[in-house]
């Protein structure tokens, strides 16, 4: 039973933060783990000493373990490792195995990364690496030395045990989701505001989202997108709960009684009334959107400070300053990118004007949104929404 019980080895980011901040974030980090491992069937266990953390799991779950691993947040790398019996000999064989294991994948030069926490290992770490080096040069013939630009490095870590492996994963690094207290993202069925989702998570927030559909004039399709990506970006955030509200109504009375050219604008500050109202119900602290500058009509400096004239929680926007093509490269690697280009029809794109306004005036923005008269309207919304967890 013990023998196919493999370690994963976790390194948390963000190590500089000191006092009992760190160790806040280190028990936030652990319960995280603990929470994902809990849904893997099977004898697992999280350990946390020394600056790391310990997964233990049977071999045969290790594809679900990495799936958790390369969605959790907090880590700046993590590795599946060989322990072995603490002595140098037994170490120095497990590089050369580990050496066999690299050349096998294609690697024909190497270098060994040796570090030692326990001082009373008999070898140092540098000993370590020109041992374990030349174990691995003797055990496989067609193999070289290259400490600058190695195809793949071994690495050996003495610690309260002996570890030895390769091929370690880059981790998600941020701040593990729970320290920074809950936010409310304005989640669209669009590509940005999942991966601004994504960002925020990654200062330790706490993601709720909430979505404004216009059914029957938006279809169920373009509601049930939303849903998968909130499952998706979910995965990054400790799960999401996603608040679904109507708001054909508010949409209707825009368009009845303001000139076509504010309707988007009006409607953006619409939804971020609710939100902010919404978000004081469930006690999120700050509003999240995917807005990036100028990328729309609606999201020129001017329209901005719209939209935002109305409200005060603090509005987070963490794609601001980053280009459509970077948001699709960082869309695709969280894996929102196909859902996000399906083409049902978004509320916002419902009644586009033509010509919307490119420079809005705050003063006058707020005149028009006042004769809308949308407090019931919205209340209503707040009232008959629909809660996926
Ligand atoms: P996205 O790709 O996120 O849809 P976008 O480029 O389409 O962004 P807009 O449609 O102008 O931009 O939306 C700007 C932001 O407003 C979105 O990123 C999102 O945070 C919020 N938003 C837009 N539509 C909705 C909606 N129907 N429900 C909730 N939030 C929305
Ligand atoms: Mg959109």
Request: with cysteine; proline share 4%.
């Amino acid at each position: 039973m013990n023998q196919n019980m493999v370690t994963w080895l976790l390194k948390p980011s963000e190590l500089t933060l000191k006092g009992d901040n760190r160790k806040s974030f280190e028990g936030v980090l652990k319960s995280n783990i603990q929470r994902l491992l809990s849904k893997i069937e099977a004898k697992v266990s999280v350990k946390f000493t020394a600056g790391r953390y310990y997964i233990s799991a049977p071999e045969e779950k290790s594809n679900e373990i990495e799936d958790i691993l390369s969605h959790l947040i907090g880590i700046s790398g993590w590795a599946k490792t060989v322990t072995c019996e603490k002595t140098p000999q037994a170490v120095i064989n497990a590089a050369a195995e580990e050496g066999r294991k690299i050349y096998a994948n294609g690697a024909r030069t190497f270098k060994i990364d040796a570090r030692r926490t326990d001082k009373s290992f008999p070898l140092s770490s540098y000993e370590l690496c020109c041992e374990g080096g030349n174990a691995v040069t003797n055990a496989v013939t067609d193999i070289k030395v290259d400490i600058h630009n190695p195809q793949d490095t071994i690495r050996i870590e003495i610690r309260e045990k002996a570890f030895v492996y390769s091929g370690g994963k880059k981790g998600l690094y941020g701040l593990p989701v729970g320290t920074a207290g809950r936010g409310l993202l304005l989640l669209s069925g669009g590509i940005d505001s999942p991966v601004a989702a994504f960002f925020m998570a990654t200062r330790g927030i706490i993601i709720d989202a909430i979505h404004f559909h216009a059914y029957p004039y938006t279809s169920i399709e373009a509601k049930e997108k939303v849903i998968t990506l909130a499952k998706l970006t979910g995965k990054y955030c400790m799960g999401i709960h996603l608040y679904i509200l109507n708001f054909t109504k508010v949409q209707m009375r825009i368009k009845e009684r303001s000139p076509a050219e504010w309707t988007t604008v009006l409607l953006r500050m619409a939804m971020m009334e609710a939100a902010e109202k919404a978000a004081k119900k469930i006690k999120c602290k700050c509003l999240i959107t995917g807005e990036s500058l100028s990328q729309v009509a609606s999201q020129t400096m001017e329209n901005i400070a719209c939209t935002q004239s109305r409200i005060k929680l603090p509005v987070f926007r963490p794609l601001i300053g980053i280009s459509k093509e970077e948001i699709i490269t960082k869309a695709k690697q969280i894996g929102t990118f196909e859902t996000s280009i399906l083409p049902f029809q978004d509320c916002c794109t419902l009644f586009t004007p033509k010509h919307p306004v490119l420079r809005g005036k705050v003063n006058e923005a707020n005149e028009l949104y006042e004769k809308l008269e949308l407090d019931e309207l919205i209340e209503e919304s707040l009232q008959d929404y629909e809660l996926v967890k």
